[in-house]
């Protein structure tokens, strides 16, 4: 929105929906190339649908090496751009209310550690129960504030959406549409609904359901919830408060 002004958002929403396609597509792959050891555990994910599905075109070479490839950069890809960000940001917010992480944010950084630790020490199923309990519980919580706001200046929400809608054709929103929404956009996505990733189909993978498309159905919300209603839901509260 600050590039493209609120027309941006169509965009944005847009950008969602291709989302949707792409993380069915991941979840379903997922579990159609999933892989079950011996001790119960469940090895899946873009590496597994890499090698599996281009061996079966006979391109076995090349499969091996796109998952390899694919695997490291997840790896390096969850300790830069995933964890080290996620932390940074969160403790931008809270030193401000706790000085003392401010003075001594190693602190901050061990705890996180610690809790992330007894997560991922679980494995894929531990980190899919949390991520159950706890995304649900987060979603509600911001969409209840957002609807605060926007229920507290409900008279501003048609001029708010006229703008949206207006502007996102505009020569202005055109190029911060598409360079805004479509690369911020995305790369901000890729934070939140992980649509292209490959990464979210390690969890989807471990799901138990009978036919792999039915958790292809229900990945395919997961762009829809973040990306068009919360999305839509922040742009509404920007665009109303006018801070962009």
């Known amino acids: 929105i600050s590039l493209g002004g609120p027309g941006a958002t169509l965009w944005m929403i847009l950008a969602g929906f291709v989302g949707m396609t792409t993380k069915f597509t991941e979840a379903t792959l997922a579990q159609m190339y999933r892989e079950f050891r011996t001790d119960g555990r469940v090895m899946g994910g873009a590496m597994e649908y890499l090698s599996k599905g281009f061996a079966e075109l006979g391109m076995k070479e090349s499969g091996l090496f796109l998952a390899g490839m694919f695997a490291v950069f997840t790896i390096l890809g969850s300790l830069g751009a995933g964890s080290a960000f996620q932390i940074s ?3 931008g917010v809270l030193k401000m209310q706790f000085p003392f992480f401010a003075k001594l944010p190693i602190a901050y950084g ?4 610690f809790l992330v630790g007894i997560v991922i020490i679980g ?4 980190i899919a129960l949390a991520a159950e309990a706890i995304v649900p519980l987060m979603v509600i919580l911001y969409l209840s504030i957002c609807l605060w706001i926007i229920g507290s200046h409900a008279t501003e929400v048609p001029t708010a959406l006229y703008k949206i809608f207006t502007e996102a054709f505009t020569p202005a929103a055109a190029v911060g549409g598409m360079t805004g929404a479509m690369l911020q956009g995305f790369k901000r996505a890729a934070f939140s609904n992980e649509a292209g990733l490959g990464s979210a189909a390690i969890a989807h993978s471990a799901a138990s359901v009978k036919y792999p498309i039915r ?3 229900v990945a395919l919300y997961e762009p829809f919830i973040d990306t068009i209603v919360i999305c839509t839901m922040s ?3 920007i665009v109303i408060s ?3």
């Open 89 to 91: 940001q969160s403790l």
């Open 110 to 113: 061990l705890i996180m550690s």
């Open 123 to 126: 494995g894929i199923r531990r």
């Open 215 to 217: 958790q292809g159905l």
């Open 235 to 237: 742009a509404l509260v």
């Open 242 to 244: 006018g801070v962009y």
